[in-house]
């Protein structure tokens, strides 16, 4: 399989953030929405939360999350 989670870092663009909250929906452990209705998040997503992050960024309309790996 492929590479822990444990220094991967999440950002998201808030200026490409629309705050449709799809993010949340698909893992509500990661993302929010706050106050200023966009999204809050975990910025290092624990081991075992893969599968949800990977299926936040496939679900954000507008392409404003990204994953980087951090070494
Ligand atoms: S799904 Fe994308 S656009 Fe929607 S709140 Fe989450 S990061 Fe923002």
Same mark, same amino acid.
């Given at each position: 399989? $492929? ?11 808030? &200026?490409?953030?629309? $705050? ?8 509500? #452990? +990661? !993302?929010? +929405?706050? #106050? #200023?209705?966009? *999204? @809050?998040? @975990?910025?290092?997503?624990?081991? $075992?939360?893969?599968?949800? @992050?990977? &299926?936040? +960024? &496939? *679900?954000?309309?507008?392409?404003? +999350?990204?994953? !980087?790996?951090?070494?």
């Amino acid at each position: 399989m $492929g590479k822990t989670m444990s220094t991967s870092r999440l950002k998201v663009d808030k &200026a490409r953030c629309e $705050g449709h909250a799809l993010c949340a929906q698909n893992a509500p #452990d +990661i !993302f929010d +929405i706050g #106050d #200023d209705d966009l *999204a @809050v998040w @975990v910025e290092y997503p624990p081991e $075992g939360t893969e599968k949800e @992050v990977r &299926a936040a +960024i &496939a *679900a954000c309309p507008r392409q404003a +999350i990204s994953l !980087f790996e951090e070494s």
